[in-house]
């Protein structure tokens, strides 16, 4: 397909300036609702960029066998986790959908047939960051599923189908973390910066790859040895950081931030893509 065919596609949607791209380490739900370093990095990142027209989310949290995009007008908040506080249950983001993104998005992808959903919404992987990005929920927002029968080059090479959005206006986040595994938290260690060993490891490889541009050792995640694996036990929250990757273009920087580990086992690392 050409850049014809792509602008054809998208024409019902204004052309703008290339928009950002995001992948946002999430963490706990309960950065929804609490006041620390990492929602004031979310915060930062939405007052440096544009307003986008629409955001669509890549979340850890929707995993389906084969794709999906939400296509409502108003997808509900799921509070899709347990024993949390019910403040964290009250919280509504009652961002607007976008059935006109939704099927915009559908169009552009050629490598799998894609579904349009009336039925998921905003789950926490969405919500619980994008919340701190644009907190008047006045931006409409639509979620892609992740395909987890899939491997990692294949989500890689799909994200590359939707790069034209970027010039639409639309703010595509990738919402996971670079390392996540749960069990092996030191619950006791939750609130502070503390990482065992191997997260170190493959966090500071992760990084090294990503700010030298190397990307397939990233995509080739399973082969990276022992520190790897323990970062990367299931594959659901480290997919949304290749499709980020994968729309960036030739030149274009990449800026790291929230760049901390916590409870041993997990890393809030996040990264911004510019335009040039």
Not at 111 to 128: F, I
Not at 202 to 218: R, V, W, Y
Not at 247 to 261: A, G, Q, S, Y
Request: proline residues 7%.
């Amino acid at each position: 397909m050409n850049l014809k065919d792509l602008n054809k596609m998208t024409s019902s949607m204004s052309n703008t300036d290339k928009m950002p791209v995001l992948f946002l380490g999430h963490g706990s739900p309960m950065n929804a609702i609490e006041e620390n370093e990492f929602v004031q990095g979310f915060r930062k990142i939405g007052k440096e960029i544009e307003k986008p027209n629409a955001i669509l989310c890549i979340s850890a949290h929707w995993e389906t066998r084969g794709t999906y995009v939400t296509a409502m007008q108003n997808p509900p908040t799921i509070h899709d986790f347990g024993g949390f506080p019910q403040a964290l249950f009250d919280i509504q983001y009652p961002a607007p959908g976008s059935p006109e993104l939704a099927n915009q998005t559908k169009q552009l992808i050629t490598k799998t047939k894609v579904e349009l959903d009336d039925k998921w919404g905003l789950d926490h992987g969405a919500w619980s960051v994008i919340k701190h990005l644009y907190p008047n929920a006045d931006i409409p927002v639509i979620q892609m599923s992740i395909d987890y029968t899939q491997p990692a080059h294949y989500h890689y090479e799909l994200a590359k189908q939707i790069s034209a959005l970027r010039q639409k206006g639309v703010l595509i986040i990738g919402s996971g973390n670079m390392v996540h595994n749960l069990r092996m938290v030191a619950w006791n260690k939750l609130n502070e910066e503390f990482a065992f060993d191997w997260a170190t490891e493959a966090n500071e490889k992760m990084k090294n790859h990503i700010l030298s541009g190397d990307f397939q050792p990233l995509i080739d995640f399973k082969s990276q040895g022992r520190a790897f694996d323990l970062a990367i036990p299931t594959p659901e929250h480290y997919l949304p950081l290749l499709y980020t990757l994968a729309l960036r273009e030739e030149k274009e920087e990449i800026t790291l931030f929230n760049d901390k580990p916590v409870g041993g086992s997990l890393t809030m690392t996040s990264l911004k893509i510019e335009p040039n």
